[in-house]
């Protein structure tokens, strides 16, 4: 089994697609005006409007209501990355850079929609060899 993608349901479409190209620096495809995806080497972030909640059914998912999870990028340098987006952070930072107790320096923020949001960057040794072992594993 692979884990290949997460999609947020949003209202509008654009405004994530905006920030999501913004703050990744990444080209987000637009496949339709309800349907976006920015394609990372580990995994899509899908972008889907609250129209396509028809096609599984209707109303299953709620739109910027997202309490329990967390969407999570590995960067390189998550200290340039909080000094690059500080304008666009402003007001929506929940951290500012923080070493965690597992060894990652951590960056949390808001998108549009409050949905959560981490830039990591393993600092430890174990963080370090934890992620290594794990990138190896997928190239492999």
């Not at 040794?125 to 594993?137: H, P, T, W």
Request: glycine residues 6%; hydrophobic residues 40%.
């Amino acid at each position: 089994m692979n884990f290949v993608s997460v999609r947020i349901i949003t209202s509008d479409v654009q405004r994530l697609v905006r920030f999501y190209g913004e703050i990744t620096g990444m080209p987000v495809t637009m496949y339709t005006e309800d349907f976006a995806e920015l394609a990372t080497p580990a995994c899509t972030l899908a972008i889907g409007s609250t129209r396509t909640l028809m096609l599984f059914g209707g109303d299953i998912a709620r739109p910027a209501d997202n309490h329990t999870a967390i969407i999570e990028f590995r960067v390189s340098d998550v200290d340039a990355e909080f000094e690059r987006l500080s304008d666009s952070l402003n007001g929506v930072t929940v951290q500012k850079p923080t070493t965690m107790p597992w060894g990652n320096r951590s960056l949390l923020f808001r998108d549009p929609d409050g949905n959560l949001v981490n830039f990591f960057t393993p600092v430890t040794a174990g963080a370090i060899r934890k992620f290594d072992s794990v990138e190896a594993a997928r190239l492999t």
